[in-house]
């Protein structure tokens, strides 16, 4: 993705080029024609003040009102051909952009995620898109504005060249003028809406939060956070505002000093005879527009500075390169078993301790393990490290034997399905939610899966079935529903390797039954690698490691390691504590 302003519109004006050469040239020859039919009108009012009289007075007349119709009819018939295709032009711009900004924040590592608040990101990726469609909406009003100035500088040069030197010096002043106040409004609206998109992500971020707030009676506690941001957001704006007033004040000035100098130079030259009276009149008519135009010319580059500035400070977000990229060699990945190894694995979080060093564990195709260890040994980066979410710093993860980094992302996630810790779900029907695992599953397949994953009774007590909604990350189900809901996902994936970080909170033993079967299902001829701290689950596995500082400090069988009186053990029996048996 481009990482400037600049670079992005251009990329994008490249792309969109040959609509652009047709817009400006409808524009162009509609703007000729306008100006042909305004010098006519200027031929006419010195007709109608000189040859009062004469035998074709109004047979001259006539004509030019016929001529300036048909070249006013014309120019505004292909201005309405170019505002048309602008205005197919506009919304094409938006949805390509979304696309592509949409395709590129997917291809961010998790780590991005990570770091960024999501409503930041999506502020930002509203600043993008409405940035690039006010750049190309103003872009249409400069060059009608542009074209304007050219063309009336162009024809008042051909009829005196002091006129046109003199409009030439007058809109090089008044561009000039434009870029420094511009300068300056861009650093300001920068400033603005980086704050405008922390305001925002602060808000999304309380509201994704409502119940902490609640549990902790913190309202007031982030009420006094946001105030914060808004007050510095306000003064921000209310600077911008200020100096926005200020230069438009100034350029109005301008322009309106310079219409009383024109009229006097042109009283001079038309004194001296240095021009017609069609000249002065065309000289005239077309200065009051021109300045007005050449004032608009202004504004709009003025416009682009603070433009570029609010996309600048969303590219800065954006268009960050992702962390973890394909290699160019990448296959990939079709298996139907498979072999993890990790293999002399050293892994670390930003330049934080190693979490892993010099990591060693096979699992055998179709093998069980289960990992257990205290919180913070680093048994779901391990997981993690197997679905690529992060890079290993040195050593390797094989599947099958292929180094994950040769694999394309994509297919490597095809050939897992993960159950994470805290299973989210999406503000969708439970049918989409579960369908989400294979989106092409016909509706007999989801109840299918949703029935393995013992899933389907409290489904069908919900008030619309399969087609209730399930509100925000899943909010109106249970923690163990939820769950029933992505070993359902899970099933209708059918990925050769399974992921389990399993949910350290308690079910009753109604729900743990059911997880237990619809994990058996699940597990059949699969590799499993599951963070397990049900008993249910444990039992299940052909291996249990105990991982410790990110080392195996003992492993085995769940009954030989009871027998062993070790680690696991001792841990076992801190987590069953009460409620589980051997
Ligand atoms: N994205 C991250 N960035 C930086 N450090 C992280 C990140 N994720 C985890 N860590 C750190 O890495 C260490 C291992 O974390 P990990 O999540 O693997 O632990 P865990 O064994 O799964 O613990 P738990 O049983 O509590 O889930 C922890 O000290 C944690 O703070
Ligand atoms: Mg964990």
Not at 39 to 62: C, M, N, P, R
Not at 78 to 96: G, K
Not at 278 to 290: C, G, Q, W
Request: hydrophobic share 45%.
């Amino acid at each position: 993705m481009q990482k400037t302003a600049i670079k992005f519109i251009w990329y994008y004006l490249k792309i969109f080029k040959l609509m652009l050469v047709l817009i400006l040239t409808l524009m162009s020859l509609s703007r000729l024609l306008e100006q042909g039919a305004q010098y006519y009108f200027a031929k006419l009012f010195e007709h109608i003040a000189s040859a009062v009289g004469q035998a074709d007075y109004w047979q001259i007349t006539f004509d030019f009102i016929v001529i300036i119709t048909v070249l006013a009819l014309l120019g505004a018939f292909l201005r309405m051909l170019a505002d048309w295709c602008s205005s197919r032009l506009v919304p094409h711009i938006r949805s390509v952009v979304i696309r592509d900004t949409f395709d590129y924040v997917n291809k961010q590592s998790i780590s991005y995620f990570v770091g960024e608040m999501t409503g930041n990101i999506s502020n930002k990726f509203h600043q993008l898109q409405n940035g690039v469609i006010d750049f190309f909406v103003q872009i249409h009003g400069f060059l009608h504005d542009t074209l304007y100035t050219v063309i009336t500088i162009g024809i008042l040069t051909y009829l005196n060249w002091m006129l046109g030197l003199c409009m030439i010096l007058w809109v090089a002043l008044m561009v000039y003028q434009g870029f420094r106040f511009g300068r300056k409004r861009a650093t300001l609206s920068k400033q603005t809406s980086t704050l405008s998109s922390q305001t925002n992500a602060q808000i999304i971020d309380s509201i994704a939060n409502y119940a902490e707030i609640k549990s902790f009676s913190n309202y007031k506690f982030e009420r006094v956070n946001l105030l914060n941001t808004l007050r510095q957001w306000r003064k921000a704006e209310t600077t911008e505002q200020k100096a926005k007033v200020k230069i438009r004040a100034c350029m109005e000035f301008l322009a309106i000093i310079s219409i009383a100098i024109f009229i006097i130079i042109n009283t001079f030259l038309l004194y001296w005879q240095q021009i017609d009276v069609t000249t002065y009149i065309f000289a005239l008519s077309t200065f009051d527009r021109l300045s007005w135009t050449s004032f608009s010319v202004n504004w709009a580059v003025n416009n682009f500075t603070r433009i570029t500035g609010q996309m600048n400070s969303a590219l800065e977000t954006l268009a960050i390169d992702p962390e973890i990229v394909d290699s160019p060699s990448a296959k990939t990945l079709k298996i139907k078993k498979a072999e993890i190894k990790f293999d002399k694995v050293c892994f670390h979080y930003n330049n934080q301790q190693n979490i892993f060093k010099n990591f060693n564990l096979d699992i055998k195709a179709g093998e069980k393990i289960g990992i257990v260890g205290s919180s913070g040994s680093g048994k779901s980066t391990l997981i993690k490290l197997i679905s690529r979410y992060f890079d290993t710093s040195s050593g390797t993860v094989k599947i099958n034997g292929i180094d994950i980094k040769d694999i394309t992302q994509d297919s490597l996630h095809k050939n897992i399905a993960v159950i994470p810790q805290d299973v989210c779900l999406f503000n969708r029907t439970i049918m989409d939610n579960i369908r989400y695992g294979n989106v092409d599953a016909d509706e007999a397949k989801v109840i299918k899966a949703a029935k393995d994953a013992s899933a389907d009774k409290f489904i069908e007590k919900l008030p619309s079935s399969y087609k209730t909604k399930v509100g925000d990350r899943g909010v109106i189900l249970s923690g163990g529903e939820r769950q029933r809901i992505a070993i359902a996902r899970a099933i209708l994936k059918n990925a050769p390797i399974l992921i389990f970080d399993e949910a350290t909170s308690s079910l009753d033993s109604e729900s743990e039954k059911y997880i237990q079967d619809s994990m058996k299902k699940l597990m059949k001829n699969k590799t499993v690698v599951a963070i397990a701290h049900r008993l249910s689950t444990l039992r299940e596995m052909d291996r249990i490691i105990v991982l410790e500082n990110g080392k195996i400090v003992e492993e085995g069988t769940h009954l030989g390691l009871l027998r062993k009186k070790g680690r696991y053990a001792k841990l076992f029996k801190m987590q069953s504590d009460g409620y589980l048996q051997v």
